[in-house]
């Protein structure tokens, strides 16, 4: 629903070709206070990470006893937390948890991805009955709420003996992406020129060549847009993992674990700050390496959830 | 297959296994699909393609939310129909009715300040020397979860008694020591605790907001601001006359879709509090009742109720994506 949020691609040829009101408006507001508000800003927006990265760092002791500040005039540092938070204490093993996230993300994001694309390029490109109905449907279910899925959902998954599996997971994930899903790769797919697929139907092509032959080429970059937005999103996801992996430890992932740390041994703040960088650095990363893709796609589906 | 993995091998084997399966069926699917040839056949193909979504939707979503409106009309356990007790639950019960409160708190507060502050910071660092840097600083909070963030800031919250010898390690408490206060625990004196949750979620979103608000301040065009110039405006009258009515589409829908996420709000309660001192939302309230109170009546009521409430902002939004788009 926020697919018509100008993209920054979309603005940013705009944006060279011309001058900019609010350059004006900058240059008139750079005052001192202008700098110093975003100082203040960039401050409050980096120092509460920033003290947790550093407690990570630090001595359990010094930890439970210092402020992380002190870490500048008595500079101690060491990786004990993160060796602590695989496996050495508590019964905690992110790794196992880091496994279990990997595990439950890359089918998550495969299929729904795929059967999208493949429903999209239906209603893009294919004439059938009833179809407008169809897609307005499919378009009015992207404001379902989660929250009024999940217990009817559980009782299915345990009638049908997959309660506790990644199959739960992977399901609930595939199916509560779909909308979105689709809605943005058909807006895509109707951008392309319809020039193109009928000159591939003349030369005798069919639906499944022209979408593989013709669309699914073009469509790389909206894939990896929303591929990279709903990884992301089932990465962080705590409320389905714990609905339906909050049984055991079997399943869970990262964000469960550091969840439910936070709730146990909400002052073992060695192990709650290792464990929370250790959740956070693959989503950091994808965010530091794909920054354009990423930030492409949670304009796209930032109402999603 | 289908059974619980629990051990690294097995669940890498299992993955792999739902993956083949997964090519398998859509294999199946492509194949009869090009056997379908002809423009005859397309309606077919049209059909094939949307089958698997057709069916995960009905199952995974339309009979569930279907399910949940009706089962919102019964008890507890779920067995006697109690007609709208529920509803009237939530809107007269002591407890109900300081999770409804919160979440006006929540749902006012959050859009409005990360929003400004977004607004603000997109403004003040447009096309300076570090824009993309000093942009980074602000939307890596986006990237990471709810739940790590909760972390971070419960770590800031942090409190240690007020003793001799005792150290605060939360930098929040550290400042009010340092300005002469004592040390609060901060996340137990209701309604202020609330506010700092809040703060977290606004933590989060302004980068959102300053993000797609960036894009919008760079595609106004430059007559108006070169007009506006001539004519010796200010640069508060350049802001509040130009710059935010150019952009006022896109903020409102940045405050919808902000407000939307903020009614569903939920990891950052359960993680930061559990619930407990009165922090409690909707979408927590929902989880706690019918996960953990076992009153799957009052639970969907919850859930039907964030469902409803969702809707008017989503037309809103809407409309406003209409109106904008056929200027």
């Not at chain 2, 069926?25 to 056997?35: C, H, K, W, Y």
């Not at chain 2, 949940?68 to 006697?80: L, M, N, P, Q």
Request: proline share 5%; hydrophobic share 55%.
């Amino acid at each position: 629903m926020t697919t018509a949020v100008p993209l920054p691609t979309a603005t940013a040829e705009a944006a060279a070709a011309k001058v900019k009101a609010a350059e004006v408006a900058k240059k008139k507001l750079s005052s001192p206070w202008a700098s110093f508000a975003v100082i203040v800003i960039a401050l409050l927006w980096t120092i509460p990470t920033f003290g947790l990265l550093v407690s990570s760092f630090r001595p359990e002791r010094q930890i439970k006893t210092t402020g992380w500040w002190t870490f500048f005039s008595d500079p101690t540092l060491t990786l004990d937390n993160y060796r602590s938070v695989f496996g050495a204490e508590g019964g905690v093993n992110m790794a196992d948890f880091f496994v279990n996230s990997l595990v439950i993300c890359i089918p998550a994001v495969l299929i729904p991805l795929s059967l999208a694309a493949l429903a999209a390029y239906a209603f893009a490109w294919i004439d059938f009955p009833a179809k407008n109905v169809l897609f307005l449907v499919i378009f009015a279910l992207q404001i379902v709420p989660i929250q009024v899925t999940l217990l009817p959902l559980l009782k299915l998954f345990v009638s049908w003996d997959l309660s506790g599996t990644f199959w739960t997971l992977w399901l609930a994930h595939s199916t509560f992406a779909l909308p979105l899903a689709i809605y943005l790769l058909h807006n895509f797919m109707r951008e392309i020129p319809s020039g193109l697929i009928e000159a591939a139907r003349v030369d005798g092509a069919g639906h499944v060549s022209i979408f593989f032959h013709v669309m699914l080429p073009l469509l790389t970059p909206a894939l990896a847009a929303f591929g990279i937005f709903q990884f992301l999103w089932v990465w962080n996801d705590l409320l389905v993992a714990l609905v339906f992996a909050g049984g055991g430890n079997e399943v869970a992932p990262t964000t469960l674990a550091l969840a439910n740390l936070s709730g146990t041994r909400g002052t073992a703040w060695h192990l709650l700050s290792a464990g929370a960088f250790v959740s956070i650095i693959v989503p950091v990363t994808v965010f530091l390496l794909l920054q354009r893709y990423f930030v492409r796609g949670l304009l796209a589906g930032s109402v999603k959830g | 297959m289908f059974n619980t993995a629990s051990t690294t091998p097995e669940k890498l084997l299992q993955m792999f296994a739902a993956l083949l399966l997964f090519a398998a069926v859509m294999g199946v699917i492509l194949f009869v699909a090009s056997r379908l040839g002809g423009r005859r056949g397309d309606k077919w193909v049209g059909y094939l393609y949307l089958l698997p979504v057709v069916l995960m939707l009905s199952v995974g979503l339309v009979y569930p939310g279907l399910r949940t409106i009706y089962e919102s009309f019964f008890d507890a356990a779920g067995k006697a129909f109690i007609g709208f007790d529920n509803y009237k639950t939530i809107f007269t019960d002591k407890d109900q009715l300081t999770v409804l409160r919160n979440t006006v708190f929540w749902v006012v507060f959050t859009p409005f300040v990360a929003t400004a502050i977004g607004l603000l910071y997109a403004i003040l660092v447009d096309r300076s020397r570090f824009e993309s840097f000093a942009k980074a600083l602000i939307f890596l909070p986006m990237s990471i979860s709810f739940v790590a963030a909760s972390v971070i800031w419960k770590f800031m919250y942090e409190y240690r008694p007020d003793q001799g010898r005792v150290k605060q390690i939360g930098l929040v408490n550290q400042i009010i020591v340092w300005l002469g206060g004592k040390p609060q625990q901060l996340l137990i004196d209701s309604p202020l605790n609330t506010f700092l949750l809040i703060i977290v979620l606004i933590w989060i979103q302004a980068g959102f907001a300053m993000t797609i608000l960036s894009a919008a301040i760079k595609a106004i065009p430059d007559d108006i601001v070169e007009a506006a110039r001539l004519d010796g405006v200010g640069p508060w009258t350049m802001f509040r006359n130009i710059t935010v009515p150019s952009v006022r589409p896109t903020i409102v829908v940045v405050l919808t879709t902000i407000g939307i996420g903020t009614l569903k709000v939920f990891d950052i309660v359960r993680t930061m509090t559990g619930g407990q001192f009165n922090t409690s939302v909707v979408a927590n309230e929902f989880y706690s009742q019918t996960f953990r109170a076992d009153n799957q009546g009052l639970g969907a009521a919850l859930a039907v109720l964030l469902f409803v409430l969702v809707i008017p902002i989503v037309v809103y939004n809407v409309r406003q994506l209409r109106q904008s788009e056929a200027r």
